[in-house]
């Protein structure tokens, strides 16, 4: 089956204490993308990487760092410089346009990791 | 003005009737619009994405596209109270070279048996 894994679903972690999120796709999608969900908040792009060994920040990528080793693979470092880390993180990867017959822009998600910092 | 706007609801509709989910957008270039569910505490499933102006269906689902408007809409026929969640409105925009998709703050939906 074709999809995408984060783990773990939970994370409790003490303040100034760095924590990394494994996001995983066979869907050999070429772009990957990680976003933090706050209670009553849309989706914000926190980084996004289109090719292997490249990746961007998105709008709020402060406390965050991030590598792309393999297509495969995007994880997210929640560093102790991230001001209110408690959110529900979700990793998504989608096909860039002009990639065969699968449609650009589609992203689909991952099913989320709700860390928790105290 | 918010680049992706949509009412948070909720939107109360009884079981059986048509729910009309809506959302408008600021940037006129945009040719990607998607509509996501969301479950509580779960994450986002895209269930339609539209192109073209008018209408797509897809099962009890209809997407409708505006771009003079930059309005796109969703209709569910026959709401089921498993389609209780909250629809998130996302369309695809230019920044920074980038294609990004900017997500609306969602609709809360809520299917009364």
Redo the contacts between chains.
Sequence with gaps: DGGITQSPKYLFRKEGQNVTLSCEQNLNHDAMYWYRQDP????R?IY?S?IVNDF?K?DIAEGYSVSREKKESFPLTVTSAQKNPTAFY?CASSPL?GRGRM??????????TRLTVT | QKEVEQNSGPLSVPEGAIASLNCTYSDRVSQSFFWYRQYSGKSPELIMSIYSNGDKEDGRFTAQLNKASQYVSLLIRDSQPSDSATYLCAVNMLSDSFQKLVFGTGTRLLVSP
């Design positions: 009553g908040q849309g989706l792009l996004y289109q961007q998105g979700l346009a449609r650009p822009y589609e992203q689909y998600f991952g099913p989320g």
